[in-house]
T-cell receptor, first 115, second 114 residues
C-alpha cells in the first residue's frame, strides 16, 4: 500500500473550517484514499473515501489533487467534538474489484479544536 | 442501532488464563477483522475473515485464535494470556464486493493481563 504523510498536529478554532492535508505521492491508479478518525478511547470512525474525484458527505469533504499525489480532508465547521486523531489511508481494491483487507494506520494528525 | 458490538468493554486476566473477546455485527457484512492498538504502535491486524468458515492471519496472529461459524459473529480467543497481550482490541467489519467500502469499528475491549 502507498505510504502517507500527515502533519503530527493541527489546531483549529471552533466554527472555522479544518483543512487536514495528506501526502501520498506514490499512490497507484487503483488505490483509494480513505479518511478515518479516532476520538479518544473510541474505535476508529470512517469519514470518507475517494479515488480521483472530490467527494462530499454529511461529515466532510475530500479534495484530491489532479495528480492524486495529495489530498485534503475538510471539516467545514469544526466543533469541539471534532477533536480527534485523523488518519489518511491509501488502499487498493483487490483483484476482481473487491474491497477488503488490512488497513494500515499511520500516526495520523492530532486535530485540536479550540473554543 | 446497527453496528459492531464488542463485549466485554473491560477485562483483567491473570497470566496463563484464557478468554474469548466477542464481536457481533448486524449489518450482514462478509468481512470481519480484529485489531489491537498499543501506544505508539498504531492499529495492527490480528486475524480476519471474509465469510463464514473462512479465516486468515494478519500481521500479529501469535497467541490468538479465531473462528467464523456465522456471518454475524467473529470471536477472538486468547489461549494463554501474557502481559504482552495487554492492549485495546477493536473489531471491524465491512461489505465485500465490487467497489470500495468503509469499515465499521466496535468501541473496543480494554484488556489488562497481570
Amino acid at each position: 500500500d502507498a505510504k502517507t504523510t500527515q502533519p503530527p498536529s493541527m489546531d483549529c478554532a471552533e466554527g472555522r473550517a479544518a483543512n487536514l492535508p495528506c501526502n501520498h505521492s506514490t499512490i497507484s491508479g487503483n488505490e483509494y484514499v480513505y479518511w478515518y478518525r479516532q476520538i479518544h478511547s473510541q474505535g476508529p470512525q470512517y469519514i470518507i473515501h475517494g479515488l480521483k474525484n472530490n467527494e462530499t458527505n454529511e461529515m466532510a469533504s475530500l479534495i484530491i489533487t489532479e495528480d492524486r499525489k495529495s489530498s485534503t480532508l475538510i471539516l467545514p465547521h469544526a466543533t469541539l467534538r471534532d477533536t480527534a486523531v485523523y488518519y489518511c489511508i491509501v488502499r487498493p481494491l483487490r483483484a476482481g474489484g473487491t474491497s477488503y483487507g488490512k488497513l494500515t494506520f499511520g500516526q495520523g494528525t492530532i486535530l485540536t479544536v479550540h473554543p | 442501532n446497527a453496528g459492531v458490538t464488542q463485549t466485554p468493554k473491560f477485562q483483567v486476566l491473570k497470566t496463563g488464563q484464557s478468554m474469548t473477546l466477542q464481536c457481533a455485527q448486524d449489518m450482514n457484512h462478509e468481512y470481519m477483522s480484529w485489531y489491537r492498538q498499543d501506544p505508539g504502535m498504531g492499529l495492527r491486524l490480528i486475524h480476519y475473515s471474509v465469510g463464514a468458515g473462512i479465516t486468515d492471519q494478519g500481521e500479529v496472529p501469535n497467541g490468538y485464535n479465531v473462528s467464523r461459524s456465522t456471518t454475524e459473529d467473529f470471536p477472538l480467543r486468547l489461549l494463554s494470556a501474557a502481559p504482552s497481550q495487554t492492549s485495546v482490541y477493536f473489531c471491524a467489519s465491512s461489505r465485500v464486493g465490487r467497489g470500495s467500502y468503509g469499515y465499521t469499528f466496535g468501541s473496543g475491549t480494554r484488556l489488562t493481563v497481570v
